[in-house]
């Protein structure tokens, strides 16, 4: 196949400037958009019209989208938000807990927050309650969400200690609040102290904690 030299011409708001260094394989270029940003992407790309801008077209689109729904004070648009910047943002100082660790915001949701609403209140959403990953290591998407309270939310993190006592397994937290014991004591009966669940469990003495 003949190649074909993409300097020179425009795409949408892309003109090419010059060719770079493959990326993935394939044939790039480096090309400045309408807005002054420059940026590489393939020749497959601006051949297919897959890519137009920088992303700044896209970013218009989604900003006029929001501004037309006019949802954007609202509870829910800012838990949306808060998704995004999680998952996307690397200048967020959670960033290396969710996108950092490879979490994504579903394509459906990161592109349309009407989705994500309707989503939303056919799923039992209301301000009392939160967002919450039913697997903490999935990604953001309808199989894996469910709204929940922030306790429950609280079991479901990856730092929780399960702890499982005839026949049930709990949270520490849930054990502490069924034993009537501080869970900080639980944790450091077994997981410091070394005792046997048994006697974390029913010992009330606390001054022996040491």
Known sequence: MKFQNLVGQKFGNAIVLKRVANKGGRVAYLCKC???NEFVTTALNLKSGDTKSCGCIRAKMLASRNKRHGKSNTRLYR???GIKKRCMNKNESCYKNYGGRGIKICD?????????EKWAMANGYNNALT???????????PENCRWATL???ANNR????FIEYNGKKQTIAEWGRELNIPPKYI??????????IEKAFSAKNYNKDK
Request: aromatic fraction near 18%; charged fraction near 25%.
């Open 151 to 153: 306790q429950k939310q």
């Open 108 to 116: 459906e949701w990161e592109n349309d927050y009407i989705a994500f």
């Open 131 to 141: 967002i919450d990953r039913i697997d903490v290591n999935g990604n953001y998407c």
């Open 79 to 81: 838990i949306w938000l």
């Open 187 to 196: 944790w450091t009966r077994i997981y410091k102290l070394g005792w046997p």
């Open 158 to 161: 990856r730092t929780s200690h």
């Open 34 to 36: 309408d807005c002054g």
